[in-house]
């Protein structure tokens, strides 16, 4: 089956840990995205990358890196920079030839800072 | 910062009556798409609508887009209990060969009861 994996499901962490988020496509997409949702909210962009080796801050990306090292493949880390971490963590990508393109999501990592 | 404003934040109906969802928008766009997300799940793309297009149908689902007015609707005619769900409507400007960047708006939670 073609699709987005994202794990682990749910994710705990200490203060003070980094922690990284796995995010995993076969749909042969060049462009891959991060998003943050808070409860009973839109989703906001942490970081996107439209091709291995490069990627784009989006609007909320301090206390966040990623990595594209592999078109496949696009790990979030959660730095203990970032203040308020605990939130659902959307990844999603999309092909980037022409020009209304929809995005594919995967299925969320739920983040908990004890 | 987010770009659309879903109305209303909740809504009621039950199964056989249309429901219809608003979004406006704030800047310029040259499309705009409505998801559909699940409770703790990802999203799923619904339908696009082009900025030079008025509307568009799929299925159960019409979407109209006013440019003039900034502003958007997904009407889900026939609603079933299976379209409980958040719909969220996101923005695109998207210029060709490049990453679709979205921005998304708060959503509309629907609840459809028997």
């Not at chain 1, 990844?91 to 800072?113: H, K, M, W």
């Not at chain 2, 987010?2 to 109906?13: C, F, K, M």
């Amino acid at each position: 089956d073609g699709g987005i994996t994202q794990s682990p499901k749910y994710l705990f962490r200490k203060e003070g840990q980094n922690v990284t988020l796995s995010c995993e496509q076969n749909l042969n997409h060049d462009a891959m995205y991060w998003y943050r949702q808070d409860p009973g909210q839109g989703l906001r962009l942490i970081y996107y990358s439209q091709i291995v080796n490069d990627f784009q801050k989006g609007d909320i990306a301090e206390g966040y890196s990623v990595s594209r090292e592999k078109k496949e493949s696009f790990p979030l880390t959660v730095t203990s920079a970032q203040k308020n971490p605990t939130a659902f963590y959307l990844c999603a990508s999309s092909i980037v030839r022409g020009t209304y393109n929809e995005q594919f999501f995967g299925p969320g990592t739920r983040l908990t800072v004890l | 910062s987010q770009q659309g404003e879903e109305d209303p934040q909740a809504l009621s109906i039950q199964e056989g009556e249309n429901a219809t969802m608003n979004c406006s928008y704030k800047t310029s766009i040259n499309n705009l798409q409505w998801y559909r997300q699940n409770s703790g799940r990802g999203l799923v793309h619904l339908i696009l609508i082009r900025s030079n297009e008025r509307e568009k149908h799929s299925g159960r689902l019409r979407v109209t887009l006013d440019t003039s007015k900034k502003s958007s609707s997904l009407l889900i005619t026939a609603s079933r209990a299976a379209d409980t769900a958040s719909y969220f409507c996101a923005t695109g400007d998207v210029v060709t060969g490049t990453a679709s960047k979205l921005t998304f708006g708060t959503g509309t939670r629907l609840q459809v009861t028997l």
